[in-house]
T-cell receptor, first 109, second 113 residues
Framework: GENVEQHPSTLSVQEGDSAVIKCTYS??????FPWYKQELGKGPQLIID?????GEKKDQRIAVTLNKTAKHFSLHITETQPEDSAVYFC????????FGAGTRLTVKP | DGGITQSPKYLFRKEGQNVTLSCEQN?????MYWYRQDPGQGLRLIYY???????QKGDIAEGYSVSREKKESFPLTVTSAQKNPTAFYLC????????????FGQGTRLTVV
């Protein structure tokens, strides 16, 4: 099955800086790549997603890029704010959905 | 008010007992998923179902069982064969095609006592 690797496992940035989280996947048939944000004790919530026929997608301070040839995709958060602090997960999907191990992002005021 | 509901939020089980976690959705989604989350780890896929009366094993299906008799419901049974069942369990649902965003429930925290 699909294997998704995510780096880094923890990331600490100053408020206003940018944060980048990277993921790789193993199955070239995967065609849907969502990113989720999870706050303590809650279920993950989708923040942005990208399909395999698109190279980049942006939504305000959040952007995702996809390189199908290299089988990796990245999450970019600009102008980080303390409320961005959470655990972020990437995932890759064909008919199922496999997740990376998560990145704990801390934004210091 | 559409969404996905897991119950109960907290569950305690004695060793050797089976327990069933409930997951219900009213989003008219065909696909449903069960994940296990341990501290410091990601979400590991237990089972998933693309349509009613059909489901597939994920990466860690041993010691678990599911059923999908109705589109709205995808209960997960943690059996006594699961050696380390204490974890946070998350259920999700999504469309199979088109907009495929997966919506998650709030989770069930299972503790074996």
């Amino acid at each position: 099955g699909e294997n998704v690797e995510q780096h880094p496992s923890t990331l600490s940035v100053q408020e206003g800086d940018s944060a980048v989280i990277k993921c790789t996947y193993s199955d070239s048939a995967s065609n849907y790549f969502p990113w989720y944000k999870q706050e303590l004790g809650k279920g993950p919530q989708l923040i942005i997603d990208i399909r395999s026929n698109v190279g980049e997608k942006k939504d305000q301070r959040i952007a995702v890029t996809l390189n199908k040839t290299a089988k990796h995709f990245s999450l970019h958060i600009t102008e980080t704010q303390p409320e961005d602090s959470a655990v972020y997960f990437c995932a890759a999907s064909i008919y199922d959905m496999r997740f990376g191990a998560g990145t704990r992002l801390t934004v210091k005021p | 008010d559409g969404g996905i509901t897991q119950s109960p939020k907290y569950l305690f089980r004695k060793e050797g007992q089976n327990v069933t976690l409930s997951c219900e959705q009213n989003l008219n989604h065909d696909a449903m998923y069960w994940y296990r989350q341990d501290p410091g780890q990601g979400l590991r896929l237990i089972y998933y179902s693309q349509i009613v009366n059909d489901f597939q094993k994920g990466d860690i299906a041993e010691g678990y069982s599911v059923s999908r008799e109705k589109k709205e419901s995808f209960p997960l049974t943690v059996t006594s064969a699961q050696k380390n069942p204490t974890a946070f369990y998350l259920c999700a649902s999504s469309a199979r095609t088109g907009v495929r965003e997966a919506f998650f429930g709030q989770g069930t925290r299972l503790t074996v006592v």
